[in-house]
């Protein structure tokens, strides 16, 4: 077992990556939630010409596998680490070049684009570290076109086992929030399991006026 300090450092590190080790970090995300990104890829019905941004982008996996699969979009990362931001732009160097991605440093509370900027915005296992659930919330309504769509993706539960803390935060706090910033078709569904872990995510979508 490891002792608490160094838990709580390596805990940190998932948070907000940092140094070789956070760049380790970033790669070892990449190969366990592929399943988690495929899945949310899917549920955003992403069309030719779109604008998508991946807020918490990580080591840039998920920007990497929606330039693949989609020719004529082009995708914004922000992560708040200066450490994973570098991994993801070297991940995504060539689109970067190309003008198809962006990856920028930033705070998901106070999100560095116009309103109105993108047709998409996900959000993958970042739920659990957002300081402030509806300012950030009340940030991707902002910054989504009218009609844009927004997908939150996250694990609620091991095997048989519940997080509690999770499913009372999104029951209570994130679905309430949206709907009362005037998102519509709010709502969650079950994705397919990651590692024994549970996959859920909530989405929604911005009003047309």
Known sequence: MRPKRLQTWVDSQYENPRGIVGTYIGEKMVRQHRV??????????????????????????????????????????????????????????????????????????????????????????TLYFWKDLTKTLSEIERVLKPGGSFVITYCDGKGDVTWDGITTLVREQLIPSAKTLGMTDVSDQRGPDSRDYRTVAVSGRKTQS
């Open 36 to 125: 988690e990104v495929d899945w949310t890829i899917e549920q955003l019905a992403v069309q030719p010409g779109d604008r998508i941004l991946d807020l918490g982008c990580g080591a840039g996996d998920a920007i990497a596998q929606m330039l693949r699969s989609f020719d004529e979009v082009h995708v914004t990362g922000l992560d708040r680490s200066p450490t994973i931001v570098r991994s993801a732009s070297k991940r995504n160097r060539a689109a970067l070049q190309a003008g198809r991605a962006e990856v920028v440093e930033g705070d998901l509370e106070t999100l560095p684009f116009p309103e109105g900027s993108f047709n998409h915005v996900f959000s993958i296992h």
